[in-house]
Nanobody, 119 residues
Framework: QVQLVESGGGLVQPGESLRLSCTASTSIFSLYIMGWYRQAPGKQRELVATITGGGASNYADSVKGRFTISRDNAKSTVYLQMNSLKPEDTAVYSC?????????????WGQGTQVTVSS
């Protein structure tokens, strides 16, 4: 079982920045694909960004050019730098750790952190 602990959410004004962090309780962190997802009130959870152990990243179109996902395998931590925030970015952001093997898979979620963008 992998525990994921997120931090860094809060209330900001449009155009401002936030950085989210997620630390995992595993010694094989580099073997996990890490991701950030978000869920706004009344909407389904959606992918924000993912990053492989080697650093290859993928982004939702809505955040490309504004958000950057990164990871520090030595610290078992993944980050989400969010710039130029918009009110529509308001959501609960959750960290995900995923590992797929030949005969099994592992999928873990953090508790989520609230991000509110409002003037």
């Amino acid at each position: 079982q992998v525990q994921l602990v997120e931090s860094g959410g809060g209330l900001v004004q449009p155009g401002e920045s936030l950085r989210l962090s997620c630390t995992a309780s595993t010694s094989i962190f580099s073997l996990y694909i890490m991701g950030w997802y978000r869920q706004a009130p009344g909407k389904q959870r959606e992918l924000v960004a993912t990053i492989t152990g080697g650093g290859a990243s993928n982004y939702a179109d809505s955040v490309k050019g504004r958000f950057t996902i990164s990871r520090d395998n030595a610290k078992s931590t993944v980050y989400l730098q969010m710039n130029s925030l918009k009110p529509e970015d308001t959501a609960v952001y959750s960290c995900n750790a995923r590992r797929v093997l030949t005969t099994s898979s592992f999928n873990y979620w953090g508790q989520g952190t609230q991000v509110t963008v409002s003037s």
